[in-house]
């Protein structure tokens, strides 16, 4: 008996032994925490009232579901008996423990720029969380998809490691911020348009992409659609408190306020701030608004007046803190409308942060609004105040509509 | 049996404007709180939706955020002499619930008392002896308007009112309201604008030598950030107040100016749709040692406290008084005992004059945007050579024009018919109504009690409410409608219809739901329930805040007081009670 459990001690003695790399120092630990909040693990990896990062809610993924891991440093069902090289790897290059295959829902090609000082740091920190016994099948694609190894060809065509560098003609603020946004902040998972095979098209970075019946807009310095027309302070504030004089986080935005970007160094918000000026828009001119006499503009004119105007002003001016701003809004003036049909039909709440405790919400409009009328009401939206933007048709709406309800 | 829960620092009964504030400011000193609420849960978002907030049928006509008598009734009567029966329907008065409660359905008249009325009958009798209130039973709060002041500028930053000051540090400001005590700062957001009755309700008082100002209001005027940092936003003079919830974040409730940081504590909690059943003693009958409640599916729990607050309606925190055996009932008869004392209510009276050609607009409204005027109110003016103590604020202050129940027409109109369509048509937007809402003085035989006979659905009695209009105050109200019709001359106008109060109260029309006192406080057991910290004088580790406390009511909407008093309770507490806990006034 005596003898068996040594063996057995000596087991996990080697298990164990493999976290070597790991520091015990607080310095260390906190570092690694802080980039824990810069990449958003918890999103993911932490299901909603359940332990942190014992593993998340399934993602639904164009290609199917996929859940994500355990990463506590449970030795079965977590990331305990993994080794540093493991970790890193899983980071850098989207191979895990044993050669197994990431699919790119885990923002590896994004991970991959990270410094390694930072994985080391991140390391560190999930040395030291709690260990949690759950186990999870992250893998619930059909066929072809479930195929692990289809992700080399993957990586073949996509995919190409490489640690950021710095650009030694720009700011030490913008470096950091372009470190930032294309590395832990991963912005780009959502923001930059997907290829078929779920890749980011080249050449279109941050320039609006969908995601889960939303529509992550446009992030360049695009002054019609994109952030242009915000200053430094107007995107600092939204990304540190959910609003800003202009705007309200709605959808997966506002969780990436509440559990990520909320909690970021006020210098790492500027510096994002900073780079994501400096992002070149696609140079295409903004479209010319509809006539106000298109009978969709004047159908949508009679809902706007009874209906929003209230809240968000016959001007579409909104109320600070409260009602968003709806003249001459970037994501109002996005081409894909997905996200304004979605916030109409579904309503949208704002987040609370310490700074912002109100949480005002707009309610559901899908229930006593039709498809037309949804349309119309958008589509006026979007081409009245000085916004201008495709016109929303009844058939959007009731795509949409099914979506959500699926 | 009841299952015995976790101890908590603090249980709170009632979460709406007193119980917020107060699990706020104690969840700040540190404590554990957590707030039994019978109602449900309600927030502005999911609660009152704007795309069905302004539904008269549903909120006004059936009164869908009301408590019903189904969950608890009351009997009413006149005196002493009749046999009280039980209401099948709120009436007279609209009782709220649910988190909010009576604060999320209310107009937003924000007003503070004159500092006389602090202290009423040490100011009455050194002003026209004592034989002048003989026949009242008047008394002072214990505390007076000066040490309340800070108290009241809290809640109205709290809230953002809008209005104008008439008194700033003894300055009086021009076009504020000059009889008002003195405060130390102006209101946090300036007046709302005047709509075009008040204007002329104000042009035509002026001309009587009179003195309108704007009534100090939570319907805000502007944008506004709370000191909790909670933003609100500018009303849109919807019409849809009273009776209603805001959906446009404008109107000061708990939901829009505490619930949103106060949900957010880990050191708060709120359990809903739980109706606290009693107050439990400890055998020496000196000491709460919690409450026990009953849950939505009928289960009973027992939630240990160390400091337990009565935060209910103020009739409720009463009855809550009277079925715990906290503080000796009162007996009219005898004019001893303290708890159901000095009830009073509110004596109103209205006015409406009938144009031609004007376009009033009633459906640009807010529960409190219009104008006041103080001059007839309290102690402001002379009552040397009158028969009667007390007064009346008069307000023009049109809150709606709603479809259903807004069709005001002359006297002699038929009920129905063509010729009534006809005139609401005609007088729709050619009708100025302007009311006096006047003081209510306590007697000795208007109190409240348990009911002998008729029991709640859990068995328990009910509340039982013996009241009529005392002789002083109907005569005082009928001088003010007096004063009313000089105002309706000077408007002009084909016809005034000037009412008068009567004797009789009546418990069916609904007149105001501003029911005072039961738990009274004041600086002798003998005479009130509550200390001047609202401490229960014999179970020092219960207070009890609302209207129940005030020894009398005055001419105005008691939501502001109640405020104030939140926070000189939260104070008291804070201050002392929680350095030393035990009685804070020796008596």
Not at chain 2, 439 to 455: F, H
């Amino acid at each position: 008996m005596k003898k068996a459990a040594l063996i057995a001690g000596l087991a996990a003695a080697t298990v164990f032994g493999a976290k070597g790399f790991a520091s015990d120092l607080f310095d260390r630990i906190e570092a690694g925490r802080y980039q824990a909040v810069l990449a958003d693990c918890s999103a993911c990896h932490t299901r909603p009232g359940g332990k942190p990062f014992a593993g998340g809610l399934p993602l639904q993924t164009p290609f199917g579901a996929l859940v994500p891991p355990n990463i506590t440093p449970d030795p079965e069902t977590g990331i305990g008996s993994w080794s540093y090289a493991d970790f890193r790897n899983a980071l850098k290059t989207g191979i895990g423990k044993g050669g197994k295959r990431l699919y790119p829902a885990m923002p590896y090609p994004a991970y991959a720029t990270m410094k390694d000082t930072d994985i080391a740091d991140l390391w560190a920190y999930f040395q030291k969380v709690e260990p949690v016994t759950n186990h999870v099948v992250s893998n619930q694609l059909p066929f072809p998809f479930s195929i692990r190894a289809s992700m080399i060809g993957w990586n073949w065509l996509n995919f190409s490691p490489k640690e950021f560098q710095p650009d030694p003609a720009k700011s030490a603020a913008w470096n950091r911020g372009a470190y930032l946004v294309n590395g832990a902040g991963h912005c780009g998972t959502c923001h930059t348009p997907k290829s078929l095979t779920g890749a980011d098209k080249s050449g279109e970075f941050l320039r609006g992409g969908s995601l889960q019946s939303w529509y992550a807009p446009n992030l360049t310095g695009d002054p019609h659609k994109g952030l242009g027309s915000w200053s430094t302070d107007d995107i600092v504030s939204y990304l540190k408190t959910g609003a800003n004089r202009f705007d309200i986080a709605s959808g997966p935005m506002a969780e990436a306020i509440t559990q990520s970007t909320s909690k970021w160094d006020d210098a790492d918000l500027q510096a994002v701030a900073a780079y994501l000026k400096d992002i070149k828009s696609d140079g295409t001119p903004a479209p010319q608004p509809l006539a106000a006499t298109d009978p969709a503009m004047a159908a949508g004119k009679a809902i706007y007046l009874d209906r929003c105007s209230a809240c968000h002003n016959s001007t579409g001016a909104g109320q600070a803190s409260l009602f968003a701003t709806l003249a001459k809004a970037p994501v109002i003036n996005s081409t894909d409308p997905t996200s304004l049909i979605r916030v109409v039909l579904q309503g949208s709440q704002a987040v609370a942060t310490t700074a912002r405790p109100t949480t005002p919400a707009m309610p559901s409009f899908g229930w006593n609004l039709g498809d037309a009328d949804v349309a119309n009401v958008l589509t006026y939206v979007r081409n009245s105040w000085g916004n201008a933007a495709p016109p929303v048709t009844p058939g959007q709406v009731k795509d949409l509509r099914a979506a959500l309800k699926r | 049996m009841a299952r015995k829960l976790p101890r908590k620092d603090v249980v709170i009964v009632g979460l709406g404007w007193t119980g917020s504030i107060l699990a706020h400011e104690l969840t700040d000193a540190g404590l554990d709180v957590v707030a039994i609420e019978r109602g449900p849960w309600r927030d502005t978002a999911t609660d009152f939706n704007v795309a069905y907030a302004p539904d008269e049928l549903r909120y006004a006509v059936r009164k869908d955020l009301f408590l019903q008598p189904a969950q608890e009734a009351m009997t009413m009567r006149n005196d002493v002499s009749q046999t009280a029966l039980p209401m099948r329907d709120y009436g007279s008065f609209l009782p709220g619930t649910g988190v909010g409660g009576a604060g999320t359905h209310w107009n937003g008249h924000t007003w503070r008392f004159f500092p006389s009325d602090f202290a009423l009958k040490t100011h009455l009798t050194e002003r026209y002896g004592a034989q002048r209130i003989a026949d009242l039973q008047l008394q002072d709060w214990g505390v007076s308007y000066d040490e309340m002041e800070s108290a009241f500028d809290r809640f109205e930053y709290l809230c953002g009112i809008s209005g104008k000051a008439g008194n700033l540090n003894g300055a009086i400001q021009q076009g504020g309201n000059p009889f008002e005590g003195p405060r130390k700062r102006d209101y946090p957001l300036p007046p709302m604008q005047m709509t075009y009755a008040p204007t002329l309700f104000a042009e035509a008082a002026r001309s009587k030598g009179l003195h309108p100002f704007p009534t100090p209001s939570a319907n805000l005027s502007g944008a506004y950030v709370n000191p909790l940092g909670i933003a609100m936003g500018q009303c849109t003079a919807c019409g849809f107040c009273e009776r209603f919830g805001c959906a446009n974040y404008s109107k000061s409730s708990a939901h829009t100016t505490v619930l949103p940081v106060l949900m957010r504590k880990s050191n708060f909690e709120a359990r809903t749709e739980c109706e606290v059943l009693k107050i439990n003693l400890a055998a020496d009958g000196k000491t709460a040692t919690g409450v026990t409640y009953i849950d939505v599916n009928g289960e009973t729990f027992e939630q240990p406290a160390d400091l337990v607050l009565l935060n209910a309606y103020g009739l409720f925190n009463v009855r809550l008084m009277l079925l715990s055996g906290i503080g000796k009932p009162y007996d009219p008869a005898s004019g001893e005992g303290v708890v159901g004392r000095n009830y009073c209510y509110q004596t109103n009276a209205s006015t409406q004059v009938f144009f031609e050609g004007k376009h009033m607009n009633p459906f640009i409204a807010a529960g409190a945007l219009g104008q006041s005027l103080d001059d007839y109110n309290g102690d402001a003016f002379d009552h040397g050579p009158l028969d009667f103590v007390g007064g009346a604020g008069i307000n023009c202050i049109p809150t709606n024009g709603r479809p259903i129940q807004y069709r005001p027409v002359p006297p002699g109109t038929p009920r129905w018919g063509s010729a009534w369509k006809k005139a609401t048509k005609q007088y729709y937007n050619n009708t100025l109504i302007f009311s006096s809402q006047g003081s209510s003085y306590a007697t000795r035989g208007n109190y409240l009690d348990l009911d002998p006979t008729y029991k709640d659905r859990f068995g328990r009695p009910l509340l039982r409410v013996t009241f009529d209009f005392p002789d002083n105050d109907i005569r005082m109200s009928n001088w003010v409608s007096d004063r009313m019709k000089e105002i309706a001359d000077a408007l002009g106008g084909k016809q005034a219809v000037v009412g008068k109060q009567r004797k009789g109260w009546n418990s069916v029309p609904y007149q105001s739901t501003h029911n005072t006192g039961g738990a009274i406080m004041g600086t002798d057991p003998k005479t009130s329930a509550v200390n001047r910290h609202l401490q229960a004088w014999d179970v020092p580790n219960v207070f009890v805040i609302g209207a129940s406390a005030f020894p009398q009511n005055a001419g105005k909407n008691p939501t502001g007081p109640v405020g104030a008093l939140a926070y000189w309770a939260a104070d008291a507490i804070r201050n002392h009670y929680l350095k030393n806990p035990g009685k804070l006034v020796e008596a």
